[in-house]
């Protein structure tokens, strides 16, 4: 019974708060009015005509040099506030008055509510709607990032510029730690090295632990290997190998050509293998075991992927194609590499084009997660077809044909998945090096894609006139505001936020939906504009200045000494008395 009584309080005093907050919200012109009433009613004993009457005649004392000096303190002022919200803007793509607005005086006025929703059905959705949010804001590793030592770093030394930034190394680290590294990492010394060799935030560190753990027990190596490799030996009990990952690291960081990098994984891939075989056997004896194997697994995939880039990179297409094949059927479980990616840039430069689109019957399945990739090499497969003979003028003559209609749909298609990627491919926006992780939907792989997939489209004659005519249509099929997708989920907000902690500084993000100027922003600007023209004109022109003030000042105050004469022709001007009699 206390709890129904308490249940009942609660619920009244609910509902209490909620007439307070609606009295509020609705009924504050009737507030205002009745203040208006009460200030008129007391303007006998107020003294408010005297008042205004004795400003009146200060006013008129001023000379125009006050006057000037106001307009310009006005317009000084709104400029520094318009400067401060457009850096805030710039910045944090909000506006700063607004964000306060809503902070702290939407609470006090009953904007906000945080009761828990009634309607489980609801609750459910938002869920999901969070959930969504969350996966689609997800940061993935980029399949086909550049090499830190023969990429990344020649660009640094050219340009002096760091196309990287601390983030999105940090996020490569933390990869790193977790496909190449295992508890049992303590039991061999090499491996304990580089544990701690993937934790270093300084380049040459990383690289000379990675050097240490090779040089370990350097005088067990045998000379009919390479340089620094080894079999396996064994010293006080304790087994030795080569060190895959330290090879892996090398010819990510120090090798400052594809060559030597591909010199470094091959070696790294001999390692590999046999700490694989090994692995493989002694998995089923313990969680340790498994773990391990995990691990090794995680690594050979990791270098034999990269072996088939640097064959890419280094013109032996066919040879990466044929190693990503055989990588995929190995280890066809091991999606999170994304290798199929990697396999459809290759067959686009061998102009496979039926093998790109037996790939893409397998990987652009609705149950599977999507990217720019998927949807637009799609769009490009379909634009070949048409794009040669596609002319925009003929086509608004007679209409669009089926297989036309196919292919704007699906560059739609892929305008809504990703729309920042057609102005990197129309060349309206210039491109810089991909991160080494990317936003799905965003900026990022929208460069990513570009970089290495812009040579495929302009290769198909007209595919990037048919882009340039047709993926603008888009935006008139997506909903406005976006709380609704067409085919995709609506496009993440959080897109901004993580493509600028992944871009580097110097390249200007692209933000989608475009962001229009804020209120306040505007409002600042006019009454700064404002404020420094009255400024200017009554410094030049002060007698005709006062005319045009007074003039306008009796304008405007016209109607309200309308209204004043009616009222007091309505109610006796005595009614103050009469109310202190009552």
Known sequence: MAEVGSGGGGSLAEQLKSCIVWSWTYLWTLWFFLMLFLVYVLRVPLKINDNLSTVSMFLNTLTPKFYVALTGTSSLISGLILIFEWWYFRKYGTSFIEQVSVSHLRPLLGGVDNTAPSNSTSNNGDTDSNRQSVSECKVWRNPLNLFRGAEYNRYTWVTGREPLTYYDMNLSAQDHQTFFTCETDHLRPADAIMQKAWRERNPQARISAAHEALELNEGFYRPLFPPLQAKRRTQNGIKLTICATAYILLAEEEATTIVEAERL??????????????????????????????????????????????????????????????????????????????????????????????????????????????????????????????????????????????????????????????????????????????????????????????????????????????????????????????????????????????????????????????????????????????????????????????????????????????????????????????
């Not at 995990?294 to 270098?303: A, F, P, S």
């Not at 989920?489 to 936020?497: L, V």
């Not at 006062?546 to 000494?561: H, M």
Request: proline content about 5%.
């Open 265 to 582: 994984f091959k070696q790294a891939l001999k390692a590999g293998e046999v700490c694989y075989r090994r692995s493989q056997q002694l998995q089923h004896h313990g969680a340790q075991y498994e773990a391990q194997h995990r691990r090794d697994t995680n690594v050979l995939v990791y270098i034999k992927r990269r072996l088939a880039m640097c064959s890419r990179k280094l013109g032996r297409t066919r040879e990466a194609v044929k190693m990503m094949r055989d990588l995929m059927k190995e280890f066809p479980l091991l999606s999170m590499f994304n290798i199929h990616e990697n396999l459809l840039e290759a067959l686009l430069e061998l102009q496979a084009y039926a093998d790109v689109q037996a790939v893409l019957a397998k990987y652009d399945d609705i149950s599977l997660p999507k990217s720019a990739t998927i949807c637009y090499t799609a769009a490009l497969l379909k634009a070949r077809a048409v794009s040669d003979k596609f002319s925009p003028e003929a086509a608004s003559r007679r209409g669009l044909s089926t297989a036309e209609m196919n292919a704007v749909e699906a560059i739609h298609r892929a305008v809504e998945f990703n729309p920042h990627v057609p102005k990197y491919l129309l060349e309206m926006k210039s491109l810089i090096l991909p991160p080494e992780h990317i936003l799905k939907r965003g900026d990022s792989e929208a460069i990513a894609y570009a970089f290495f997939h812009l040579q495929h489209w302009k290769r198909v004659e007209g595919a990037l006139n048919l882009l340039h005519c047709t993926w603008e249509g888009t935006f008139r099929m997506i909903p406005y505001p976006l709380e609704k997708g067409h085919l995709f989920y609506p496009y993440p907000i959080c897109t901004e936020t993580a493509d600028r902690e992944l871009l580097p500084s110097f390249h200007e993000v692209s933000v989608y939906p475009k962001k229009e100027l804020p209120f306040f922003i505007l409002f600042t600007a006019g009454l700064c504009s404002f404020t420094a023209m009255l400024a200017l004109l009554t410094h030049q022109f002060p007698e005709l200045m006062g005319v045009f003030a007074k003039a306008f000042l009796s304008t405007l105050f016209a109607p309200l000494n309308f209204v004043m004469e009616k009222v007091e022709s309505i109610l006796p001007s005595s009614l103050w008395h009469q109310l202190t009699r009552i």
